[in-house]
C-alpha cells in the first residue's frame, strides 16, 4: 500500500526505521525487534540504505521480507549518490518487483575520509533529481528528508527550504525529518517550510538517546544540537549505562508528547533495531 494513502486516511501516522545489520548475530536482534514492535501496529516501517554499498542488498532484503513475510507495510531508502543514471532503474524495477510502493528518496552521503571525492558526471547529485527520476515512473510513493537545523552542506536555512520545495514540486509525497532534540526547531521548521510553499505532512524523526558518547559525537558533526540542561544531566550520569538510557527515556517522551499537542503529524522514530525504548514511548504516548 502506498504511504500516501495512508496519510490520507490517518491524521497522524507512527512509523519505525530500521539498518541493514552486517552480522548474523545482528540480524537476529532486528527481526526479534520487528517481532515485538509488529504488535504497536505501526503504519509503515522504513529500512535505510547503505549509500557507500556494503549493505544495499541486504536492505533490499529486508524490505522484502518485512513487507512479504511479516505483513508490515514498508518503505526502502534509496540514495543516489554513488549509483550512475543507468544503474538506478535496475534498482527500482527490483523493488517494484517485491512488492515495494514506498521509496524514501536521498542524496546520500558521499563516501567517508575521501574529500576531495566527487560525484560521477553521469551520477545525480542531488535528492531532487532522484525524485524526478522515480516519480517519471510513477509507481512509487515518495517520501524525502527534511533538516529541522539545516542540512549541514546547505548554503544556508533559505536555499535549504528551496531545496525541500524542489523536493516536493519534482513529486515527493511527504517528509520525514532529521532527528532534533528541541521541538521549537521543528514547529518553526513546518512553518518556514509552508512560508516557502511546503504544503506537504512533516513527520518528525525521534531518536530515544541511548548511547551518550554517540550521540555527543553525532551533534558534533553537525548532526543534532543537544540542548546545555540535557548535556548535563547526560553527563552527571554518563558512566552509567542503564540511567543514560532512563533520562533519554523521559526526555523523548516528553518531546514526543509536547510533538503530538503541538500538532505534529505523528512520529518517525530511530530505533538502532532495538525495540525497547520505542516500545515503552509508543505504549506510554
Ligand atoms: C529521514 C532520513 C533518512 C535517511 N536515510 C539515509 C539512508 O538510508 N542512507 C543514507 O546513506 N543516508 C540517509 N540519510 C542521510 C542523507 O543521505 C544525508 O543527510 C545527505 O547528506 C543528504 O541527503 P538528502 O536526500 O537530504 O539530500 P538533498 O536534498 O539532495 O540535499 C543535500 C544538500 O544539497 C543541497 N542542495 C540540494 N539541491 C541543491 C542544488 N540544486 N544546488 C545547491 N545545493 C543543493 C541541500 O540544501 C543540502 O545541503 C537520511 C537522512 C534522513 C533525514
Known amino acids: 500500500m502506498r504511504i500516501s494513502d495512508i496519510l490520507q486516511k490517518k491524521g497522524k501516522t507512527f512509523s519505525f526505521e530500521f539498518f541493514p545489520p552486517k552480522t548474523d548475530a545482528g540480524h537476529q536482534t532486528l527481526f526479534n525487534t520487528l517481532r515485538k514492535l509488529k504488535p504497536l501496529n505501526p503504519d509503515f516501517v522504513s529500512v535505510t540504505y547503505g ?6 542488498e541486504k536492505s533490499f532484503e529486508i524490505v522484502d521480507t518485512i513487507k512479504n513475510q511479516i505483513g508490515l507495510e514498508v518503505m526502502a531508502h534509496f540514495t543516489c549518490v554513488g549509483h ?6 535496475p534498482s527500482l524495477d527490483e523493488l517494484k518487483k517485491r512488492g515495494i510502493d514506498n521509496i524514501l528518496a536521498l542524496r546520500g552521503d558521499p563516501p567517508k575520509g575521501q574529500p576531495d571525492w566527487k560525484p560521477s558526471p553521469n551520477s ?3 535528492a531532487s533529481d532522484l525524485v524526478k527520476h522515480i ?14 537545523e539545516v542540512h549541514p552542506q546547505a548554503e544556508s536555512r533559505q536555499k535549504d527550504l528551496e531545496n525541500l520545495k524542489r523536493k516536493v514540486d519534482e513529486g515527493a509525497d511527504f517528509v520525514i525529518t532529521q532527528l532534533f532534540f528541541n521541538n ?9 517550510a509552508a512560508k516557502a510553499g511546503v504544503f506537504c505532512r512533516i513527520i518528525p524523526g525521534i531518536m530515544p538517546i541511548t ?4 550521540i555527543k559525537k553525532f ?5 543534532a544540537k543537544i540542548p546545555d540542561l540535557l548535556v548535563e544531566s547526560l553527563t ?4 552509567d549505562a542503564t540511567e543514560v538510557t532512563l533520562l533519554g527515556l523521559e526526555y523523548a517522551m516528553k518531546q514526543c508528547r509536547d510533538l503530538i499537542s503541538g500538532g505534529a503529524p505523528g512520529l518517525h522514530f530511530y530505533t538502532l533495531n532495538k525495540s525497547a525504548t520505542t516500545r515503552i514511548i509508543f505504549e506510554n504516548l
Open 51 to 56: 549509500a557507500g554499498g556494503s549493505t544495499r
Open 219 to 223: 551533534s558534533e558533526m553537525g548532526g
Open 84 to 89: 550512475s543514471v543507468d544503474e538506478l532503474q
Open 135 to 148: 516519480r517519471i515512473g510513477g509507481h512509487f510513493c515518495i517520501g524525502v528528508a527534511g533538516y529541522p
Open 124 to 126: 545525480y547529485h542531488y
Open 211 to 214: 548511547n551518550f558518547g554517540q
Open 184 to 192: 521549537d526547531d521543528y514547529f518553526r521548521y513546518v512553518d518556514d
Open 236 to 239: 552527571e550520569v554518563e558512566s
